[in-house]
């Protein structure tokens, strides 16, 4: 209703000449809830600009029905290149405070700086090739497999039966889970000493998120044996 109001046309009569009745015209288009829409068809496909995802379609053979197909155009921030990881780019956002953009990139470049130091001053001091070959070198890598290892299975959910709040344990979706990993990964860079810097804060914490463990890892394991505790409570998720 508000976008309605916010959205009213503002009317007004147009001079004429005489003897010709004076028509109401609109100087505006009302807006209704149509102005959200998408401005391509529902015929039209959504964008493949992924290299893997286009040599699975052409694999798979889905190519040849999406050749007459009329696709929409790529958003600024979809691209195809090699350098571009969608997981990095969502942490980033995580990052990012009061929209300063140059800035996490800036953090997130530190903090990868700071994890390939690390990885590589351990690769150095290592003895023997087994020891060399179980140290990942890659942050790309790294930063996947902490966020994989802080993934929580399932949550707490507050439901109020007969006057009393129950804290019900529910699954918790995919997309819901990689955002409370990252969430807890910049919570525990963040909670550092004064004289800590935040890249170097976050590179330990990443690092030992990727080989299961750290304050992170800690943190999703007490989540899930609260979960545990309250399984007696999980038939008032449907009641």
Same mark, same amino acid.
């Given at each position: 209703? /508000?976008?309605?109001?916010?959205?009213?046309?503002?009317?007004?009569?147009?001079?004429?000449n005489r003897g010709?009745?004076?028509?109401?015209?609109?100087?505006?288009?009302?807006?209704?809830?149509?102005?959200?829409?998408?401005?391509?068809p529902p015929t039209?496909?959504?964008?493949?600009?992924?290299?893997?995802?286009?040599?699975?379609?052409?694999?798979?053979?889905?190519?040849?029905?999406?050749?007459?197909?009329?696709?929409?155009?790529?958003?600024?921030?979809?691209?195809?290149?090699?350098?571009?990881?969608?997981?990095?780019?969502?942490?980033?956002?995580? #990052?990012?405070?009061?929209?300063?953009?140059?800035?996490?990139?800036?953090?997130?470049?530190?903090?990868?700086?700071?994890?390939?130091?690390?990885?590589?001053?351990?690769?150095?001091?290592?003895?023997?090739?087994?020891?060399?070959?179980?140290?990942?070198?890659?942050?790309?890598?790294?930063?996947?497999? /902490?966020?994989?290892?802080?993934?929580?299975?399932?949550?707490?959910?507050?439901?109020?039966?007969?006057?009393?709040?129950?804290?019900?344990?529910?699954?918790?979706?995919?997309?819901?889970?990689?955002?409370?990993?990252?969430?807890?990964? #910049?919570?525990?860079?963040?909670?550092?000493?004064?004289? #800590?810097?935040?890249?170097?804060?976050? /590179?330990?914490?990443?690092?030992?998120?990727?080989?299961?463990?750290?304050?992170?890892?800690?943190?999703?394991?007490?989540?899930?044996?609260?979960?545990?505790?309250?399984?007696?409570?999980?038939?008032?998720?449907?009641?």
């Open positions: 209703m /508000a976008g309605w109001t916010r959205s009213l046309a503002l009317l007004q009569f147009r001079p004429c010709q009745t004076l028509p109401l015209v609109c100087n505006r288009f009302i807006e209704g809830p149509w102005r959200h829409y998408s401005q391509y039209y496909a959504e964008p493949i600009y992924r290299k893997e995802n286009i040599e699975e379609l052409s694999k798979s053979g889905e190519t040849e029905s999406l050749a007459f197909t009329p696709i929409k155009a790529a958003l600024n921030n979809q691209t195809s290149s090699i350098f571009h990881d969608p997981l990095v780019a969502k942490f980033t956002n995580y #990052v990012m405070k009061t929209g300063n953009k140059a800035l996490a990139r800036d953090l997130m470049e530190k903090t990868f700086e700071m994890i390939k130091r690390m990885q590589l001053q351990k690769y150095h001091q290592a003895e023997t090739e087994e020891e060399k070959a179980s140290i990942e070198c890659n942050p790309i890598n790294i930063i996947r497999n /902490a966020v994989e290892n802080t993934r929580p299975l399932l949550q707490l959910t507050p439901i109020k039966r007969g006057g009393v709040k129950y804290q019900v344990p529910v699954p918790i979706t995919e997309k819901h889970s990689y955002f409370v990993s990252m969430r807890w990964l #910049v919570e525990s860079g963040r909670e550092k000493e004064r004289k #800590v810097h935040f890249p170097e804060k976050l /590179a330990k914490e990443l690092i030992d998120a990727s080989r299961n463990e750290g304050r992170v890892v800690k943190k999703k394991q007490d989540l899930h044996r609260q979960c545990e505790a309250n399984r007696a409570y999980a038939h008032y998720r449907w009641s």
